[in-house]
């Protein structure tokens, strides 16, 4: 299995940025997304698998080849860029069989895998075009069907829709996933967009301060987050500092009830709090066994694809709630409310002390 592994793998810019020592495995046929804001590693991380940069310490081992210091040409990896990068002087056909070309693929060879490409990317009839003559979103296109062309032993891509508008973009996507599903490519994806994570990669590595803080399926991430980071980065909305003790979390000067594994821990840490765990309750609703009441007031709301979004001041906090509304419901800002949410599914990240590498 051609899988691609970093072993203690690190790389240093002095003065400006640190990729702390990375272990990761990217399995063959799986489409891996790294997420994080500007400025983590991803796209340093990235350059260390093209083979674009050379780590100070560590080894890349692609199946069973060593390929740390193999030069980027050598590796066999297709790469698609944040801008697309094409030959200006050449046609559309002749930058999808540039990489071809160089393989010494025949002429009549490299011209029909270059049309098939060009027709699998949706610009059949474009090839004896120019990239000047292209939007935005056809030339990065044609710099997909040029990396694809080569059947590359892994596809690297460094946010390469980034640049195109809404509507663009998502057609892009759909591309790229329905490519994958296809030809099964081993893909690693730079992206700073959750959403985009989440609708393309099996699995996610998170980063942040150039570390990777968790690697997991999306929801696994989403439901499991072992960092309060990890949490904010995939847009977690309540998430509170604090202390927890005696079975309670006390943060500013509000407070909540977890669950009975708690009773005798003493610890400061986080709270992730998702806003789909509560649920208004209103005169004479049902509560269960597992559910813990907590109070606020409503400070805004709204009404959105099916649920309320719904605002509520608790003590100094302000938490999000989603919820589905019920036939009867009546909701307005300034109203008191009371909250249920089942103890069970809310978590407790202790802090956790730095290490320094």
């Not at 891996?32 to 500007?38: E, K, R």
């Not at 310490?57 to 030069?71: H, K």
């Not at 994806?189 to 699995?203: G, K, P, Q, S």
Request: aromatic share 10%; glycine share 8%.
């Amino acid at each position: 299995m051609n899988a691609l592994r970093l072993e203690s793998v690190s790389k240093e810019y002095p003065g400006t940025f640190q990729l702390q020592k990375t272990d990761l495995c990217i399995h063959e046929g799986e489409f891996f997304a790294l997420l994080g804001p500007s400025g983590c590693g991803k796209t340093t991380l990235l350059r260390l698998i093209a083979g674009l940069a050379y780590p100070d310490l560590g080894e890349i081992w692609f199946g069973s080849q060593r390929i740390t210091y193999v030069p980027a040409e050598k590796r066999g990896f297709g790469m698609v860029f944040q801008l697309p990068l094409l030959f200006p002087h050449m046609t559309v056909e002749d930058n999808v069989a540039f990489g071809l070309k160089m393989q010494g693929v025949s002429k009549s060879q490299r011209h029909r895998h270059a049309l098939e490409m060009l027709e699998y990317v949706g610009l059949a009839g474009y090839g004896s075009r120019y990239p000047a003559e292209l939007s935005g979103g056809q030339q990065q296109r044609v710099s997909l069907a040029r990396a694809l062309v080569a059947k590359p032993k892994l596809l690297l891509m460094d946010e390469p829709f980034s640049s195109l508008d809404s509507e663009i973009r998502e057609e892009m996507q759909e591309l790229v996933k329905r490519m994958h599903q296809e030809y099964k490519t081993t893909i690693v994806f730079v992206t700073h967009d959750r959403d985009e994570a989440f609708l393309l990669a099996n699995r996610i590595g998170v980063m942040q301060n150039g570390k990777i803080l968790q690697v997991g399926k999306p929801q696994e991430l989403y439901e499991h987050p072992v960092h309060h980071q990890v949490a904010l980065l995939l847009g977690a909305k309540n998430v509170w500092q604090g202390e927890l003790r005696n079975g309670y979390f006390y943060s500013g000067d509000a407070h909540i009830q977890l669950h009975d594994g708690y009773g005798e821990t003493k610890q400061t840490g986080w709270l992730i709090l998702r806003p789909e765990i509560f649920r208004v309750v209103q005169e004479n609703g049902n509560v269960t066994k597992d559910d813990r009441m907590i109070e606020g007031t409503i400070k805004q709301l709204s009404f959105r694809q099916g649920f309320y979004y719904i605002q509520v001041h608790i003590g100094s906090h302000t938490l999000l709630v989603i919820e589905k509304p019920e036939r009867d419901m009546r909701l307005f800002p300034g109203q008191p409310v009371r909250l249920a949410y089942d103890r069970n599914k809310i978590q407790f990240l202790p802090d956790v002390p730095e290490r320094k590498e």
